[in-house]
């Protein structure tokens, strides 16, 4: 099927749409390497100030369940500008922030405002582009969902180093103001006909019936499971490498962009591989290497002396994993019911950052700094994908 005239004619530029959808992994990674420093400033604990990314994500998982209904009713453009607006305040609020309790709810607000961009940057190409060509844009903007990550801890770091923490959210709102400005210039109305908003009690019934399913709540607990493996990783890295072995913020964040380079990779082989090999058989090479990877790691913390090396080569072979589970396990999740499509991708993205963000919490509690506590909850994690993926196989039939 061909885009009309109309459609072709509101297409924005590819380059926007990527850095429209990487403000909000780039918000919530530009503060990790800082951690450590807000509570030596702030004088919190660590579960106190890892609350700056469990409720971040938190707000992410609750944001993206809000602004789909609502942009099909009122438009992508104003509900993307509300939520730059919203981005842009709350980024100053908490480069201004006096404590952690003003710092933790303006992450939230940052996070609710930042995730419009996920949600309605998707919105936006499926109005615009074919079915196939939106498969391909999609792939291209993906790259700032992994771009991002690999930037945001660096030049945090650096910022930290240099001009404090805080540095790290003025450079937020350096890069949401102008990020609006374009949008608002460059980004225009691609809904084509408002829809009746479906009403709360109608919203939770699709929730409920796609939750029903055993084949959606499988693959959902397996991409939130895998999820949550990484994010038992990035609530207590930055402790255990920097706190603990005493490297440098800046040497952990070049190592975790490395990280990124390695789910990368894993995403390239999802692309080359998952028509040949089907979903499941995918799923059982991507899980077993994560699980393995986290179990490795939780050996190796405990026979080898401390060193950044053998923290971060285990999570490479997790990330490598990640990257070939994640996209086989959504494709599942949303192929439970393909008319609830939608619904389905905002539900399983909430269950992702609701677990993820319970994995930070724990970490939080269990980690003081020697690796023991952060690889430990990674490996529990393993164990639940590989449960998962039992309960995907056997809702599938495979």
Known sequence: MRPSPTALSARPPIW?????????PFTMQVLVPSLPAMGRDLGASTSTVQLTVTLYLLGVGAGQLIYGPLSDRFGRRPLLMGGLALYAVASLAAALAPGIGALVVARVAQAVGACAGVVLVRAVIRDVWSRDEAASVLGYVTMGM??????????????????????????????GLPLALVAWLRLPETLPAPQPLPGLLAILRAYRSLWAIPAFRAYAALTACATGIFFAFLGGAPYVVVQGMGYSPVQFAIAFAAISIFFAAGNWLAGRLSKRMGILRMLGVGTVISTLGAIGAAIAMVVFPPHILVFFVPMAAVAVGNGMTQPNAIAGALSARPQLAGTASALVGALQM????????????????SGIGTSLTMAATGVACLLALRGARRASGG
């Open 146 to 175: 992994t771009i991002a990550p690999m930037v945001a801890p660096i030049l945090g770091s650096l910022l930290e180093a240099s001009l404090g923490w805080r540095a790290s959210m003025v450079a937020c709102l350096g890069f």
């Open 354 to 369: 609701g677990f993820g963000a319970l994995m930070t919490f724990v970490v939080g509690l269990v980690e003081f700094g």
């Open 16 to 24: 926007l749409l990527v850095a429209i959808i990487g403000i909000g």
